[in-house]
């Protein structure tokens, strides 16, 4: 018994020690999660790509912006189940940290089970609106059909990151992923090369591997003999619990959502040009992904130290964890968007063999290599203030700087010039000024925060 809290105890520190360290090491684990996570869906892309068709990679990559629609409020939810849970366990209150995460199970499963069926029932109606190619939209369709019933699982993984993040340990949703990840592109493999399957293969592919990862971590949270055990008989929604969830959750899903929902109209802009360019952009879109998501996991440290150090009432250390998240998330979009200047080409040869696709490719990351780093202040301003519990301004923010921005731009600026540079520097603009306005609601609302 005592070997086995020693083990669960083995978690990173947030109300006391080094924050440049603690905040790194918390980080590190974290960032391998989401590369793993974003793996479920380049090794769909990289596979179909390589041993299937260009019409297959078209197909997959369609989807690219509708997956990461929902994907992203799945990912906000979690974010909300962890900053609730690092509120509780900052203030060491053992009841509402049972109500939280047995209620946030409840919560998170439902979500996952309504977006599934949302996917099955209209992800042909909004394909078709995106402007999807002929050639291309009865493979896209089977996709999003089928990738969508591991909904649920992922809502439920999302979950118990959820939990573990906020209790300082980020190294067995890790493991759990890494297991999941390898067995995703096995199967990847499998239904492609050997059973001759395309797009709806590695779709079936991810939805297994997505079952995996949740069933691990439920069996984690089912063993351990810490405060944040997991009892079936205490599965429950508690109305206070479930809103407190809810509040932080759904607003960060919808800023995850947002994003998305923004890009769909820019799906609609490229998919105006012809079947190679809009395979070439759909490979290269997995960039942006990877790197937003090696930089999510600085927010996820930002958030979860904040929300710790705001239960145990360290106003200095909250603002400490504010700026070092920044600075770490900043470095690795300037880091890894050089590499992708640099190395760009080989980076797009794992997606796609043909010459003009990939030069189709560069394109975008020749414009957007620069923008990445831009982005930490914006969505590292969101997590600040998601971890002081301020949702609801950031969220409309979000719409207005980058939801409402892009859609004007796209019938403005890109519907005069119609070129693929007057398309994606877009980003660039509405990053630096939703950055500005999410920064200054950030700084108000901590200087008003009462440690009583």
């Avoid at 493979?139 to 939990?163: C, D, E, Q, R, T």
């Avoid at 999510?296 to 360290?314: E, L, P, W």
């Amino acid at each position: 018994m005592e070997k086995k809290k020693r083990r669960f105890s083995r978690t990173i520190e947030m109300t006391s020690g080094s924050l440049w360290k603690n905040i790194f090491l918390f980080s590190l684990p974290l960032m391998f999660s989401q590369i793993l996570e974003v793996l479920f869906n380049l090794s769909d892309v990289a596979i179909v790509g390589r041993f299937s068709s260009y019409q297959a990679l078209g197909s997959v990559g369609s989807t690219t912006l509708l997956v990461t629609l929902f994907t992203g409020f799945l990912i906000g939810m979690g974010a909300g189940v962890n900053v609730r849970t690092a509120h509780e366990l900052g203030a060491g209150n053992q009841d509402n940290i049972t109500k939280t995460i047995h209620t946030s199970l409840l919560v998170c499963l439902a979500v996952g089970l309504i977006i599934c069926t949302i996917c099955i029932l209209f992800s042909e109606n909004i394909l078709h609106l995106l402007n999807t190619k002929d050639e291309l939209i009865d493979g896209a369709v089977l996709y999003m059909k089928i990738y969508s019933l591991g909904m649920p699982a992922m809502a439920i993984y999302n979950f118990g990151n959820g939990v573990l993040s906020a209790r300082g340990d980020t190294t067995k949703p890790l493991f759990y992923l890494s297991i999941a990840g390898v067995l995703n592109v096995i199967l990847n493999l499998i239904f492609v090369i050997y059973f001759h399957m395309a797009a709806e293969g590695v779709a079936l592919a991810s939805a297994i591997a997505q079952y995996v990862s949740a069933a691990l971590i439920i069996i984690n949270l089912l063993r351990r003999n810490d405060e944040c055990k997991l009892h079936p008989s205490k599965l429950r929604f508690h109305k206070k619990a479930s809103l407190a969830v809810l509040m932080l959750g759904i607003p960060a899903g919808i800023q995850n959502a947002i994003f998305a929902l923004a890009n769909l109209f820019v799906q609609t802009g490229l998919n105006s040009f012809d079947a190679v360019t809009v395979s070439g952009n759909s490979a290269a879109i997995n960039a942006d992904t990877l790197v937003f998501n090696l930089m999510y996991a600085f927010y996820i440290a930002g958030s979860s130290f904040i929300s710790q150090n705001y239960g145990a009432k360290n106003k200095k250390r909250m603002l400490q964890s504010y700026f070092i998240s920044v600075f770490y998330a900043f470095a690795a979009g300037a880091i890894f968007g050089i590499l992708l200047l640099l190395f760009g080409r080989q980076f797009l040869s794992l997606f796609a063999t043909n010459p003009d696709v990939i030069s189709a490719g560069l394109q975008r990351i020749k414009i957007m290599w620069f923008a990445y780093c831009i982005s930490a202040f914006m969505d590292g301003s969101i997590a600040a203030s998601r971890g002081i519990g301020k949702t609801i301004v950031p969220t409309i923010l979000v719409i207005i700087g980058s939801c409402v921005f892009r859609v004007i731009w796209i019938y403005t600026i890109f519907a005069h010039f119609h070129t693929i540079p007057s398309l994606y520097l877009l980003y660039f603009f509405s990053w630096v000024l939703t950055s500005i306005a999410e920064i200054i609601y950030f700084a108000i609302s901590f200087h008003k925060v009462k440690m009583d």
